[in-house]
């Protein structure tokens, strides 16, 4: 099993800035990628930023610019850099882990709680 524990989010004025992490531990074992998705109130859950194991990023568009994701492989985390927050932003934030397995190579797709990042004045 992989338990990931995230830190981070609160209330930011618009422009403000943010950083959330993420430590995975349990089975760690061939992680395919680490990321955020964010869910805001009667919203399907959308993607924010992704980083492969070989460093390779993905952003959502609507964070080109502003966010940055960065991942360490030693202790198996990942952050997100958050600049010129706007209340857009305003959702969920969940760590998400995609590994896969030794033996049947099939990829596994886990979670965290989720933190609340409000962007208000």
């Known amino acids: 099993q992989v338990q990931l524990v995230e830190s981070g989010g609160g209330l930011v004025q618009p422009g403000g800035s943010l950083r959330l992490s993420c430590a995975a531990s349990?089975?760690?074992?061939?992680?395919?990628?680490m990321g955020w998705y964010r869910q805001a109130p009667g919203k399907e859950r959308e993607l924010v930023a992704i980083v492969t194991s070989s460093g390779s990023t993905i952003y959502a568009d609507s964070v080109k610019g502003r966010f940055t994701i960065s991942r360490d492989n030693a202790p198996n985390t990942v952050s997100l850099q958050m600049h010129s927050l706007k209340p857009e932003d305003t959702a969920v934030y969940y760590c998400?882990?995609?590994?896969?397995?030794?033996?049947?190579?099939?990829?596994?797709?886990?979670w965290g709680r989720g933190t609340q990042v409000t962007v208000s004045s």
């Open positions: 349990g089975s760690i074992f061939k992680v395919d990628r």
């Open positions: 998400t882990l995609r590994k896969t397995a030794v033996l049947t190579s099939a990829s596994s797709d886990y």
